[in-house]
C-alpha cells in the first residue's frame, strides 16, 4: 500500500468531497460521432461516489447527453459548454471542500501540444469547442481556485488520446488563464489510454473496457480510502490491462501521472511496476547511429515505409501511434522517433526491425545487403533480442486487363492481358466490335481459362467510358450458364493510363508512389469531393501536393463525369463514385469509414465488390501507374 496522508493533514471526508461527472454519448457534430456507453458509466461512477463513497448528493455535479435509445431517466443537465464550464469554472471552485474528484467519459484527443480535448455534447461541425482537459487541470492548480480549498483533485478520463487529424475535426482552441501555481494543491490524473492510443467501448455492454475495470477496485472503498490507495488501484487497473491486452482482450495501457504521491514522494505513472529502473528495449548507441548515417546516406522513403513503421511496433509489443502516419518525411528523423520509443515484449531498438523490413522489401539488393548486415551488427553489440524474419512483399492477385482502344464512335479495339509478377498477352482481336460484343468476348474468355481464373479484372478505358457500368455487366458464368454479376465475383476495377498526358502524369505518378510509401490508411490518403466543390480549380487543388490519392466522389449524377475528369486532370489514381441516385447515406458511411473510423484505401477493391453483393453500386478508379501493359500495335 502506499503511504496515508501526512499526520498534519485532516483526513479527506464525505461531506468535503465535490465531484463533477459527465458522460457524452450524442454529439451533434455528426452521428458518426455517437457512442453507446458513456452515460452509463457515469452514472455507474455517481452511483459509487453517493454510495459507497458516502459523497453527499448535493455535492455531485451530474452531466449526461445519452443517445435516444439510452435514456435512464436519471435527473441531470446536458453535458454542454455552457453547464460542463459554469460547473468546472464558476460553481466547483467556490464551494469549501478538501476533495474534487472529475470524471469524464466520451470522445477525447490530442492538439498539437499534447493537450487532451473532450469535445462537448453541443460542438458542432464548423465549430468544435471542447474543454482543454489539460489547461483546466493547469487551472485548477493555480491561485484561481481559493486558498485552502480543494487540497486534492483526482480527474479521471475514460476517453482516447489521438490527434484529430483521421477525423478531420477542426477543433476552437481554448486555453484557460492560469494564474500562480499552488504547491500545497496536488493532482492525480488517471487516463484510459497512453497518447496515441484509443480507449475501447465496448457498445454491446454500453460500458467502457476502462471504466468498468476501474469500478471494479473502487467497490466498496470509501472516499478517504480511493484517495489513499490510488496509486495502487491505478497500478491494479494496469495489472488488469496487461493480463487482456496478452490475451489479445485490450490493445490500450491505462496511464497515471502525478509529480508527487500524496505523502510527498515521486512517482511516474507510465510503469506497472515499483522498480525505478527502466524498462523495455536498449537505445541505438554512437556506433549504430554513426554506422546508420552512412547505411541512409542520399536514400530517399521506399514503397513501404509505414508498413515498417508499423511493423517495428508489433513486433517489439509496443503499442503503435493511433493515427496512421509517419512521423517525418526523412528516413533519419523516422529512425530517431522509433528510438525514442521503448518496446515491452522484446529487449529490441524499435529502429532495428524497421531497418530490417526496409531491407527486405528493398529492390536494390547492394543497399539491401548493407542495411541488413547494419542491423545484425547492432543487435550483436547491444545485446538485443533476436528478431523474427520481416515479412515479405504479399503476392499481388491475379488480374486480367482489358483495355478498349476506341475505333469511331460505338466500336473498341480489345486486347487482354494477365497479370501475375508479368504481363502476358492472352488475347488481341482483329476487329472492333461494340460493347456487347467485349462482353460475350470476356465471358468466353473467363470460362475457357477458368484454370487460370483471375481475382481481379481492370478495365482499361478512355474518359468516356467511365460512365459504362462495368461491375454490373451480367455474364453466363454460372452454373449451366446462369448469368451473374460480374463485380460481385471479382473485383472490378477501371483504368484511365492512356488519359495521363501532359501535366497530369507527373502527379499521378508522383501520388502512387506517395501512396506505396505511406500507406492506405493515412488520414491525408483520401479527400472528399461533393457537389459544391466541382468547379473550376478543383483539378489544380488535387494536384498541389503528394496526398491526397484517393477522392471519394460523393456527387450526384449531372456532376460525376466532372468530378472524374478533375480526378484525371489533378493527377489522382484512385476515386470511389456512385452508379446510381445514392441511399441517403455518405460514401464514407457505405465504406465503414466516417470518423472515428479511418477508411482503408488499399481495402477498396475488396470492399467495393462486398458492397456490390449487397446491392450497393460503386464504381473504382484503380490506375496503378506501375501496372500498365505494352502497348501493342492494334494491327499486329
Not at 489479445?248 to 510527498?264: H, L, V, Y
Not at 493515427?323 to 518496446?343: A, C, F, K
Not at 528493398?362 to 547492432?378: F, G, K, L, M
Not at 506517395?514 to 494536384?543: K, R
Request: with cysteine; proline share 9%; hydrophobic share 40%.
Amino acid at each position: 500500500m502506499t503511504a496515508a496522508p501526512l499526520a498534519a493533514e485532516p483526513p479527506i471526508t464525505p461531506e468535503r468531497t465535490f465531484a463533477l461527472v459527465v458522460g457524452i454519448e450524442s454529439y451533434e457534430i455528426n452521428t458518426g460521432m455517437d457512442l453507446s456507453g458513456p452515460a452509463r458509466d457515469a452514472i455507474r461512477c455517481a452511483d459509487w461516489l453517493t454510495g459507497t463513497a458516502g459523497v453527499p448528493q448535493d455535492n455531485l455535479r451530474l452531466l449526461l447527453s445519452p443517445l435516444a435509445r439510452n435514456q435512464t431517466g436519471v435527473d441531470a443537465k446536458p453535458a454542454t459548454q455552457k453547464y460542463v464550464e459554469d460547473a468546472l469554472f464558476k460553481d466547483l471552485p467556490q464551494r469549501d471542500g478538501d476533495l474534487l474528484w472529475i470524471y469524464w467519459a466520451g470522445h477525447g484527443f490530442l492538439n498539437s501540444t499534447d493537450q487532451l480535448l473532450l469535445p462537448y455534447a453541443d460542438a458542432t461541425a464548423g465549430h468544435v469547442t471542447s474543454l482543454n482537459f489539460t489547461s483546466a487541470l493547469q487551472w485548477w492548480r493555480s491561485n484561481r481556485v481559493g486558498r485552502g480549498r480543494f487540497r486534492r483533485l483526482v480527474a479521471i478520463g475514460d476517453a482516447c488520446r489521438i490527434e484529430p487529424g483521421q477525423s478531420k475535426l477542426d477543433f476552437v482552441k481554448v486555453e484557460y488563464p492560469v494564474g500562480v501555481r499552488t504547491p500545497e494543491r496536488r493532482q492525480f490524473v488517471l487516463y484510459a489510454a497512453r497518447p496515441g492510443e484509443t480507449a475501447r467501448n465496448r457498445a454491446e455492454l454500453q460500458a467502457g473496457q476502462f471504466t468498468d475495470t476501474l469500478l471494479k477496485h473502487l467497490e466498496g472503498r470509501s472516499a478517504a480510502e480511493a484517495v489513499r490507495d490510488l496509486v495502487d488501484i491505478a497500478k491494479a487497473v494496469q495489472g488488469d490491462f496487461a493480463v487482456m491486452k496478452a490475451k489479445r482482450a485490450a490493445w490500450q495501457e491505462p496511464q497515471f501521472e502525478i509529480a508527487r504521491s500524496w505523502d510527498g514522494s515521486p512517482l511516474y505513472g507510465d510503469h506497472w511496476t515499483d522498480s525505478p529502473a527502466p524498462t523495455g528495449a536498449p537505445s541505438l548507441d554512437h556506433t549504430a547511429w554513426q554506422e546508420l548515417g552512412e547505411v541512409l546516406a542520399g536514400c530517399q522513403k521506399p514503397p513501404y515505409t509505414y508498413e515498417a513503421y508499423r511493423w517495428a511496433f508489433e513486433v517489439t509489443g509496443c503499442v503503435p501511434p493511433a493515427e496512421h502516419r509517419l512521423p517525418s518525411p526523412h528516413l533519419t528523423e523516422i529512425v530517431r522517433d522509433l528510438d525514442h520509443r521503448q518496446g515491452t515484449s522484446r529487449a529490441v531498438p524499435l529502429a532495428l526491425p524497421f531497418i530490417q523490413h526496409l531491407a527486405t522489401r528493398s529492390r536494390r539488393p547492394e543497399w539491401a545487403a548493407d542495411a541488413q548486415a547494419w542491423v545484425d551488427r547492432t543487435l550483436d553489440r547491444l545485446g538485443a533480442d533476436p528478431l523474427p524474419p520481416a515479412p515479405p512483399r504479399p503476392a499481388e492477385r491475379p488480374a486480367l486487363h482489358v483495355r478498349l482502344t476506341p475505333d469511331g464512335d460505338n466500336d473498341f479495339w480489345l486486347q487482354l492481358w494477365s497479370y501475375q509478377d508479368d504481363f502476358e498477352n492472352v488475347g488481341d482481336y482483329e476487329e472492333p466490335m461494340e460493347l456487347a460484343a467485349v462482353r460475350t468476348v470476356l465471358g468466353n474468355h473467363l470460362l475457357a481459362h477458368s484454370a487460370s481464373m483471375p481475382q481481379r479484372i481492370e478495365f482499361h478505358v478512355p474518359y468516356e467510358l467511365l460512365e459504362e457500368p462495368f461491375e454490373t455487366w451480367q455474364l453466363p458464368l454460372g452454373r449451366k450458364g446462369k448469368t451473374v454479376t460480374l463485380g460481385c465475383w471479382y473485383e472490378v476495377v477501371l483504368r484511365c493510363p492512356e488519359e495521363r498526358q501532359g501535366l497530369a502524369e507527373d502527379p499521378w505518378r508522383t501520388k502512387w508512389e506517395w501512396y506505396e510509401t505511406h500507406g492506405g490508411l493515412h488520414p491525408d490518403a483520401a479527400h472528399d469531393v461533393g457537389d459544391a466543390d466541382v468547379a473550376e480549380g478543383l483539378a489544380e487543388a488535387l494536384q498541389l501536393d503528394a496526398s491526397p490519392v484517393c477522392v471519394l466522389a460523393d456527387v450526384t449524377g449531372p456532376l460525376v463525369m466532372d468530378a472524374l475528369g478533375a480526378v484525371l486532370d489533378g493527377g489522382i489514381p484512385i476515386a470511389v463514385w456512385p452508379r446510381s441516385s445514392a441511399p441517403d447515406e455518405s460514401l464514407r458511411k457505405a465504406l465503414g469509414a466516417e470518423p472515428p473510423d479511418v477508411l482503408d484505401v488499399a481495402a477498396l477493391p475488396d470492399a467495393l465488390k462486398r458492397l456490390r453483393v449487397k446491392r450497393r453500386p460503386l464504381a473504382l478508379l484503380w490506375d496503378n501507374p506501375g501496372r500498365v501493359p505494352a502497348r501493342r500495335s492494334l494491327s499486329s
